[in-house]
């Protein structure tokens, strides 16, 4: 199997926050493209193409490892991933067809918000004080968004919250299969697992795309590699107290993105609530990897 060396914690602060950079660039790619193309293409279709043409971006990287990147006993939670970043990827697109980009990046911030309650129940970690009270600001941050009270919700932003919730359990899969897996054999399970559901999805929406369609699919599947492969080296690159401020220039982009190109603007309600959401995943971060760096830091705060 595929063994990594263990990175260098801090080794290179500005590298790493050039690559949180990309990640955060990367992404609002393809959310503008998915964004853009909505009115014409089904999203699932998008995300078929999507998972083909990163299939065909990450082959030079599976070929060089021959097979064994494929050998692994956890099968059975490759699959769990797969079906779970599977929904998470056609609910995502989806909501993009719906509601502004902004709004989808600001309610996606609150994945890890999902994670730590599910941490609690799958993998029997223990949440205090400090944690909770992150999870409240985090969480009230989504009632600012949503606003609930001044209007009807929008199902696209009930969508949203079902995949980040939806992403929050596959973080705890991901989680569990670190411990064993390299990271190529965690990045190509799932990526085989998603791409016949994303076509099983897509098939009553079907419609040939264009030639530019596809070119446009070909650079939303570059944009969505590059964009995970940047933060992979980001984190290898940098420690986490460093560069998870860079991923909220996600927000920005998205807000820049959409207004340019869809004329969305944002209101303070999503800036307040992005803030807040965003706020409490950072703290969380932050302390849990100051407990692993530093065990004898008191945990009856945690």
């Known amino acids: ?43 699932f279709e998008m995300a078929f ?5 990163g299939l065909i971006v990450l082959a030079p990287l599976i070929f060089r490892h ?15 991933r797969g079906v779970l970043q599977g929904a998470v ?57 949503l606003r609930p009270g001044f209007g009807a919700l929008e199902p696209g932003a009930l969508l949203m919250l079902a995949a980040a919730a939806t992403w929050g359990s596959a973080i705890i899969v991901i989680k569990i299969l670190s411990r064993t897996e390299s990271s190529l054999t965690a990045t190509l399970y799932p990526t085989l697992f998603v791409t016949p559901i994303a076509l099983v999805a897509a098939l009553p929406y079907w419609r040939w795309p264009t030639v530019d ?24 690159e940098a420690d986490v ?11 920005i982009w998205a807000a820049l993105a959409g207004y340019l190109l869809f004329a969305e603007v944002p209101g303070l309600s999503i800036w307040l609530g992005g803030t807040m959401i965003f706020s409490a995943v ?16 008191p945990r009856e705060m945690t």
């Open 1 to 43: 199997m595929v063994q990594l060396k263990t990175p260098r914690v801090g080794s290179n602060t500005l590298i790493g926050m050039a690559f949180m950079l990309g990640n955060a660039l990367g992404a609002t790619g393809v959310n503008a493209i998915v964004r853009g193309l909505s009115s014409d293409l089904h999203p």
């Open 89 to 145: 990827l056609l609910m995502f697109f989806l909501a993009l067809s719906m509601i502004p980009m902004a709004t989808v990046q600001a309610l996606f911030f609150t994945s890890p918000l999902f994670a730590t309650l599910l941490a609690l129940v799958v993998l029997g970690e223990t949440i205090r004080a400090r944690r909770i009270t992150a999870l409240v600001v985090g969480f009230g941050g989504v009632l600012v968004v």
């Open 213 to 236: 369609e596809l070119g446009w699919m070909a650079l939303l599947g570059t944009f969505a590699t590059l964009s995970h492969l940047s933060l992979a080296q980001a984190f290898k």
């Open 282 to 297: 950072t703290y969380i971060a932050i302390r849990e990897r100051s407990l692993k760096a530093d065990p004898t830091l």
């Open 66 to 80: 021959g097979i064994e990147p494929f050998k692994t006993q956890r099968l059975g939670l490759h699959a769990l």
């Open 49 to 53: 193409f999507r998972c083909v043409f």
């Open 241 to 251: 107290t460093a560069i998870m401020p860079v991923d909220f220039t996600k927000l």
